[in-house]
């Protein structure tokens, strides 16, 4: 059976489509392997970088085949009922693997270990040690615990917490696009999400950890940089909220607040020719100023994930968003003014949630044709325990209609996305090359600044090239180019 699968991950959101990411075949000579599954989103693909990067300190290099490993792994997701029991099924099948091997070390990292905490000891034997996702400093303790026979838990959350200092190990990488974590948690208690609780209170990243990462990523021949976080449009920082940052600023450092437009233009300035994006925004805090700073840039791509969950009102307030459709269209509206019609968007929906009415999804179908949406994320509600909606509403839409409103979401979806992409036929567009294409070694798969996938002939350029094309075909999911130009002048 293919268990392993090499998954070509591009967004966050797509992370979360997808099934799950594993590591690769390093060997710089350490002596035991570690294997790692990880699941959910982006910011679980970064960590698994981050603990990858831990454990080699502690004599581990990564292995792609769970079977040679001394250590496997698994950075789970509890977004959505589903998603857990994909780990739950994954812990099962390793089961056969731990009797043929039962020195092997099994931890289960990531929000469903924060979640479930010790519990998952009890429910699921096989299972050595739980580790969520604050605590990824204490794994060498604890799998060197593990390997004398003692289980161990580490589910601390910190307020502290960014792992700035650890310099992640690149993953799956296709050395041109990588992922910073710029901040990590989330204060913002929409009442369907789990992610509060897994994941703890917000923190941001010091600005000059950021920058020095992406210059280092752009001396390594990267072009593109996604700087990440559930709401990266709260991104605060300042010398004085981090006490450990005051003692350790270094002379001539800046000490205002370094706000999230400020952080886009330090890291766009690292170079002309890195890319930045950045995802998730808030619709509550996407600010003039960010939309200021992307239009100023060339190198920040005009692309915007903006997940609006409901077109209704009343919908939005249950979901504790704390903006209305009018405000969500408000932004949009921000977004075409400054950044014009080229600005992708994006979005995320959930289907059904508690006491939604047959109107109140219509909402939502209109709110789509307006905006006219790029892609989107679309989900039916799950319900998950311990989240403001789970105590207060009744998860009472049946799951039919909860289904049929979704394939309502996802047709819309499709036929605005065709639409959309009929809009680039024609245009001349600057793409970054990323690698070959999936269907065909004779194609090259690139990115618009947009954020949607061409495709070109691979003749002429290569992976890491920049190259400038006229679209000359379109489907509802790609845009297909042809080369005008390789690597023109873009400084
Ligand atoms: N921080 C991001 C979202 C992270 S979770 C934001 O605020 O936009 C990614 C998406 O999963 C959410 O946008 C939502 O659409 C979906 N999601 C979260 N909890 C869910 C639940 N309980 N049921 C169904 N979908 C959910
Ligand atoms: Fe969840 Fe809302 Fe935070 Fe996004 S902003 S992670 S949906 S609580
Ligand atoms: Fe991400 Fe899933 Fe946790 S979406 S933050 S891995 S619950």
């Avoid at 992640?168 to 789990?194: E, H, K, Q, Y």
């Avoid at 909606?389 to 009744?394: D, H, L, P, R, S």
Wanted: with cysteine.
């Amino acid at each position: 059976m293919d268990l392993i699968k090499d998954i070509d991950i591009i967004s966050a959101e797509e992370a979360q489509a997808c099934d799950f990411k594993t590591t690769v075949d390093e060997n710089t000579g350490k002596s035991k392997r570690l294997y790692i599954e990880s699941y959910g989103c982006q910011m679980n693909f970064s960590d698994s970088e981050i603990v990858a990067s831990i454990m080699k300190e502690n004599g581990f290099d990564t292995t792609s085949d769970f079977e040679q490993a001394d250590v496997i792994f698994l950075n789970t997701c509890s977004i959505r009922e589903k998603a857990e029991q994909t780990v739950r099924k994954r812990l099962s099948q390793f089961n056969q693997v731990k009797k043929n091997k039962p020195e092997l070390t099994i931890g289960v990292l990531g929000c469903m270990a924060e979640r479930l905490k010790e519990n998952l000891l009890q429910e699921e034997k096989i299972v050595d040690v739980v580790v969520g996702p604050d605590a990824y400093r204490d794994l060498p303790n604890l799998v060197s615990a593990a390997e004398d026979g003692q289980k161990g838990v580490n589910t601390f959350l910190s307020r502290e917490e960014t792992y700035a200092d650890i310099a992640p190990v690149r993953l799956n990488s296709n050395g041109v696009t990588a992922f910073i974590s710029i901040m990590r948690g989330c204060d913002n208690m929409c009442s369907f999400c789990v992610v509060p609780f897994t994941r703890g209170r917000e923190r941001s990243r010091a600005p000059h950890s950021i920058v020095a990462e992406a210059l280092d990523l752009f001396e390594r021949g990267y072009r593109e940089v996604t700087l990440l976080g559930q709401n990266v449009d709260s991104y605060k920082w300042s010398p004085e909220e981090n006490n450990k940052a005051r003692l350790n600023k270094k002379e001539g450092e800046v000490s205002e607040v370094v706000n999230f437009a400020h952080l886009l233009e330090m890291v766009a300035k690292v170079s002309p020719l890195l890319r930045v994006r950045f995802s998730t925004s808030h619709p509550k805090d996407i600010t003039d100023e960010v939309l200021y700073t992307m239009r100023k840039y060339d190198n920040i791509c005009k692309y915007i994930h903006l997940p609006v969950q409901s077109g209704n009102s009343r919908v939005l307030e249950l979901m504790n968003r704390t903006y209305d459709r009018e405000w969500y269209l408000d932004r949009v509206a921000a977004i075409r003014r400054i950044l014009g019609d080229e600005c992708g968007i994006s979005s995320d929906m959930i289907a059904g949630f508690c006491t939604e009415t047959e109107e109140e999804h219509q909402d939502t179908l209109t709110l789509m044709d307006i905006v006219k949406y790029d892609f989107s994320y679309m989900f039916f509600y799950s319900e998950r325990p311990g989240t403001l909606a789970a105590k207060k509403f009744e998860d009472d839409i049946p799951l039919e209609i909860k289904k049929r409103r979704l394939a309502e979401i996802i047709e819309k979806q499709n036929s605005l996305s065709y639409e959309r992409n009929q809009l680039d036929l024609g245009q001349e567009q600057l793409i970054l090359i990323e690698g070959t294409a999936k269907k065909s070694d004779q194609q090259l798969k690139g990115r618009n600044s947009a954020n949607k996938v061409v495709i070109i002939p691979a003749d002429r350029a290569k992976k890491g090239d920049y190259v400038k094309v006229r679209i000359t075909d379109v489907s509802q999911a790609t845009l297909f180019g042809e080369v005008l130009e390789v690597n023109p002048a873009l400084a």
